[in-house]
């Protein structure tokens, strides 16, 4: 398909590649960052619970604090 375009106007804004980011898209940025540093730890911790012998659940709830 051939075309030709006699005439092309448009608008180019100059702006700070710092502030492309607005307030709520770094704070969503943030949210899954943290998010996802909780999953790390939590699974870090399953993995060290499931190659851990200990004295029990009981006794590993009571001295978990």
Do not use: C, W
């Not at 996802?36 to 911790?45: M, N, W």
């Not at 060290?48 to 709830?61: C, E, F, K, M, W």
């Amino acid at each position: 398909m051939d075309f030709n375009i006699g005439k092309v106007t448009g608008t180019v804004h100059a702006v700070d590649g710092e502030s492309l980011l607005s307030p709520h898209t770094l704070e969503q940025i943030v949210r899954a960052v943290l998010r996802a540093l909780e999953d790390g730890e939590l699974h870090q911790r399953r993995a060290q619970s499931d190659t851990r012998v200990t004295a029990g659940i009981a006794y590993d709830q009571e001295h978990a604090k």
